[in-house]
């Protein structure tokens, strides 16, 4: 079973008219992922949805229309608002079939000090409130997993996920160009982000993926797919950009074990991580290991 996979460095509008600016980009960049064959396309962190509180609206029912013109799984993000004046937020993201049927619902879950990571931010203003499950959804692409950019560097979060199944794990994020950055955005973690794309995926033989916001022309954004073997893609500049994804392989790779081999190797992984890597009575010897 194979997976062609699009993500979306967006170039998104910031302001009063971005609504209805971002809503028209996403439609259109969806439009040419699936003209390209895309089974799934995912749009970064909060896009095309409001940035800033009030947040008034969320584009459910626009994304919902987009996924089932074009007959894609579509992810788009958006803060959802917790009360009547729209500061109180989750930071979510929605996985639509291509029948435009909402799948279900990711809402994002740590660091748990909230909400300093998006109140009063340059591009992000909104009182965010931490979600605690972590949700996998089965389609007829494969089984997915949500989360949100640098939940990257929460190890237990994709584990998780792959513990119950899924196939892929995406990561949209907000701001993490590498070059031409914002003044006082932390351009810095561009090299560890990257490092740990991929170490998500080889650690727990799973598929992950990320896209990025570009604040504007010039500027440059970060989409990359990994597999638990290779780097199928990496690309910087804005639109849609799409690998395959050999999902009976990671499968596989799941199954399979450690073992004296003659001649070139199988896999080009350690296969069995899930299951060889993680033995019940290290736990029990280690209780530090399940404590908050």
Same mark, same amino acid.
């Given at each position: 079973m194979t997976m062609k996979l699009a993500v979306v460095n967006t170039l998104?509008?910031?302001?009063a008219d971005a609504a209805a600016v971002n809503v028209a980009a996403a439609a259109d960049y969806v439009a040419?992922?699936?003209?390209?064959?895309?089974?799934?396309?995912?749009?970064?962190?909060?896009?095309?949805?409001?940035?800033?509180?009030?947040?008034?609206w969320t584009p459910v029912r626009?994304?919902?229309?987009?996924?089932?013109?074009?007959?894609?799984?579509?992810?788009?993000? %958006?803060?959802?608002?917790?009360?009547?004046?729209?500061?109180?937020?989750y930071n979510s993201l929605a996985l639509f079939g291509p029948d435009?049927?909402? #799948?279900?619902?990711?809402?994002?879950?740590?660091?748990?000090?909230?909400p300093w990571i998006y109140r009063g931010g340059e591009y992000?203003? %909104?009182?965010?409130?931490?979600?605690?499950?972590?949700?996998? %959804?089965?389609?007829?692409?494969?089984?997915?997993?949500?989360?949100?950019?640098?939940?990257?560097?929460?190890?237990?979060?994709?584990? #998780?996920?792959?513990?119950?199944?899924?196939?892929?794990?995406?990561?949209?994020?907000?701001?993490i160009a590498p070059e031409r950055l914002p003044a006082g955005y932390g351009g810095a973690l561009y090299q560890t982000w990257r490092t740990l794309a991929w170490a998500r995926a080889i650690e727990n033989?799973?598929?992950?993926?990320?896209?990025?916001?570009?604040?504007?022309?010039?500027?440059?954004? %970060?989409?990359m797919i990994c597999s638990p073997e290779d780097i199928l893609l990496e690309e910087h500049s804005p639109g849609v950009h799409t690998a395959d994804l050999d999902l009976e392989r990671v499968r596989w790779l799941r199954k399979e074990h450690d073992r004296n081999i003659v001649g070139e190797s199988p896999w080009r992984t350690k296969?069995?991580?899930?299951?060889?890597?993680?033995?019940?009575?290290?736990?029990?010897?280690?209780? #530090?290991?399940?404590?908050?």
């Open positions: 998104t509008r910031f302001g040419q992922a699936a003209a390209q064959g895309a089974d799934l396309v995912c749009l970064p962190e909060t896009f095309p949805g409001q940035w800033r509180a009030p947040i008034t626009e994304l919902a229309d987009i996924a089932r013109s074009n007959g894609v799984h579509l992810v788009g993000g %958006f803060a959802e608002p917790l009360d009547a004046a729209g500061d109180r937020c435009g049927r909402e #799948i279900g619902r990711y809402r994002r879950t740590v660091p748990r000090h909230a992000w203003d %909104f009182d965010w409130v931490p979600a605690d499950q972590l949700p996998v %959804f089965d389609t007829d692409v494969g089984r997915i997993g949500l989360l949100m950019c640098s939940e990257v560097y929460a190890p237990e979060q994709p584990r #998780i996920l792959a513990l119950k199944g899924a196939d892929v794990v995406l990561l949209p994020a907000g701001l033989l799973v598929h992950t993926a990320l896209c990025s916001n570009i604040p504007a022309e010039g500027y440059k954004g %970060f989409s296969p069995g991580a899930l299951r060889d890597w993680r033995r019940h009575e290290v736990f029990a010897a280690n209780p #530090i290991l399940t404590e908050g």
